[in-house]
């Protein structure tokens, strides 16, 4: 029996009936990964041994009589820059080759809690820093799409795994689009929480400000579902806060009768000009008309710095990155050089072997914002923007709903187009850095598609929210998203044309 | 503003200092490239001078929730050396083991 593109929330269901179980869900996902990941690559290892005693254990505690989670038995894949006990996580880097965390990331443990079945864990470009998923010791991930272009990144495995049909839910992290642009790529929802809401423990540091965990689903309905599990305040995480005035499902329970009807959306004025792809503006033009047509305004807003965003971006993440990397010495855990003499040179010679191009450019340029001398006109002048981001959000975001605009500026390129050309590729986060900067949360949504080479490939829009409105973000989004009322369509050659 | 705006490539005594700080040992041959490639990314966050900020305060992240970051000053278990040494590259059953630092 194929489950391939039944949502999280039918399949825990069904669990919960006793239609199914949780060891013949997780016995079809390994299966199906088995048949089908050759061709896209999503995840770097699977865990069947652990997956399936999960799932019996799922099944005993139900054939005992206990009350099963809201996850009950649903398969999910984890980007391998979130920990997971005793099952190795790299984050995609060569310097965490074999490398066995001790514990849960706190996000992992909420899905697990919720009675998920974690299968295994998904590619992503090295410890978060890209847009494309090709950058990882391990091979790229391809867009189920088209098999000749990106995922996406730096939760290309996230994205591609959820748009391929091998798990209804999995988990990504954002610090400047790396879960909303993948999802956008290849046709997905993926949501970026409020800065704080879910935790950072056990999430592989890149940029400590801007790192976000959230999930990446097939509809808005089983993004709500997961929040719901993975938001709170979490004492391993100091940055976190409980959702003020939230009852116990509060993602679900905004989703009731959502609508669309009397609510105002803000078409941002500067991405226009800024979005590469004449059909990707095409596509957000059509999501405001269903938006119109099922009762929303549109009015059109300034977010002003918008063209400052990526260079903020760069200077912030990368001074947080140089100084989170710089844990790995080759001494406590992580790659060691074999010949090295004294203790400087082994630490310079472990990073020097272990950490990818993109990985060291980023390190280096970080170290220089943050040097002496060079510290003042870069890292505080990009604080300094920052805070004006910020302000520029919560002046577009008076009197309107939410912020609406595409995810992307462009859909799937081509493997290796861009890889030559860090700015190129800089550039692609161009919609999605400002949120991170501003800690709002963010969601993106299929909204239909462009086929430049006659392949239909999946263009995303987004819709950004208040700081801590994430629920209501939701509903607006599962209004917009029957609205669009797309057709399902599936990509080719991975079974299941329903 | 300082005159920190380098369009132009990193020097190699520059890059040097730049690789020593952070403990990155560059082959010789990708110096320049890396080099250049520094200079073109300073040269376009540069960008950022012509962003007015006046009197604005710099921002790490905003919206600080301080009375809920506070916990008990409480002691708690943490983790035990066996375990905390199982990742570890190179170690004895006491700790990590790094190149002689003193001379004998």
């Known amino acids: ?498 | 503003m300082s005159d920190a705006s380098p369009a132009t490539p990193l020097d190699p005594e520059g890059l040097a200092a730049l690789t020593n700080l952070a403990r990155l040992e560059l082959p010789d041959a990708e110096r320049a490239a890396l080099g250049e490639h520094l200079g073109r990314i300073l040269g376009w966050v540069a960008e950022l001078d012509s962003v007015e900020t006046e009197g604005v305060s710099p921002s790490q992240h905003d919206a600080p929730r301080t009375t809920e970051s506070l916990r008990p000053d409480a002691v708690r278990p943490s983790l035990e050396r066996e375990r905390a040494l199982l990742n570890a590259p190179a170690r004895d059953p006491l700790g990590f083991l790094v190149p002689r630092v003193v001379s004998e």
């Open chain 1, 1 to 498: 029996m194929s489950y391939a593109w039944e949502s999280a929330a039918s399949l825990a269901a069904q669990v919960r009936s006793g239609e199914t179980t949780a060891r013949a869900l997780t016995e079809a996902c390994l299966a199906r990964i088995e048949a089908v990941d050759g061709e896209l690559g999503c995840f770097l290892r699977t865990d069947a041994e652990g997956a399936l005693s999960a799932a019996d254990a799922i099944d005993a505690r139900r054939a005992a009589g206990e009350e099963l989670g809201a996850l009950a038995g649903v398969p999910v894949g984890v980007k391998d820059n979130l920990c997971t006990e005793g099952l190795e996580t790299t984050a995609g880097s060569r310097m965490l080759r074999g490398h066995r965390p001790l514990f849960d990331a706190s996000a992992v443990a909420r899905l697990k809690a919720a009675d998920a079945v974690v299968i295994g864990k998904l590619n992503l470009d090295e410890f978060g820093m890209g847009s494309s998923t090709e950058h990882g010791p391990d091979g790229p991930t391809r867009n189920p799409w088209d098999r000749t272009r990106v995922p996406g990144g730096s939760s290309g495995g996230s994205a591609a795994a959820v748009a391929g049909g091998l798990v209804p839910l999995s988990l990504g992290s954002d610090t400047g689009g790396s879960i909303r642009q993948p999802a956008a790529l290849c046709g997905c929802v993926g949501v970026k929480p409020s800065y704080g809401l879910v935790s950072r423990s056990g999430l592989i540091a890149f940029a400590s400000s801007l790192d976000v965990v959230g999930p990446l689903t097939r509809s808005v309905a089983d993004a709500a579902l997961a929040l719901d599990v993975l938001v709170g305040a979490d004492p391993a995480d100091m940055t976190t806060h409980a959702l003020p005035g939230a009852s116990p499902a509060p993602f679900s329970a905004a989703l009731e009768g959502a609508s669309l009807k009397g609510k105002v959306l803000g078409l941002v004025r500067e991405y226009r000009e800024l979005t590469e792809d004449a059909g990707v503006w095409s596509a957000v033009e059509a999501a405001l008309d269903a938006a119109r047509a099922a009762g929303a305004e549109v009015r059109e807003v300034s977010l002003d710095l918008t063209s400052a965003a990526i260079p903020t971006y760069q200077v912030v993440s990368t001074a947080e990155a140089s100084s989170n990397l710089g844990r790995y010495d080759g001494i406590h855990y992580g790659h060691r050089a074999q010949e090295a003499g004294d203790i400087v040179q082994l630490m310079s010679r472990s990073r020097a072997e272990a950490f990818g191009p993109e990985v060291q450019r980023r390190i280096l340029l970080g170290t220089f914002v943050l040097s002496s001398g060079f510290y003042d006109a870069y890292y505080l002048k990009a604080q300094k923007v920052r805070r004006q981001i910020a302000a520029a959000f919560a002046q577009a975001l008076e009197g309107v709903d939410a912020l609406i605009g595409p995810t992307s500026p462009l859909p799937a390129f081509k493997l290796g187009e861009r890889e030559q050309d860090p700015l190129a590729m800089y550039a692609v986060d161009v919609f999605t850095v400002s949120t991170n900067l501003a800690g709002l949360p963010a969601i993106s949504l299929p909204a239909g598609s462009v086929s430049p080479e006659g392949t239909a490939l999946p263009v995303g829009v987004q819709l950004t929210g208040r700081r801590d409105s994430d629920p209501a973000l939701l509903a607006l989004a599962a209004g917009l998203e029957a609205a669009l009322a797309l057709p399902t369509t599936r990509p080719a050659g991975l079974g299941g044309q329903a």
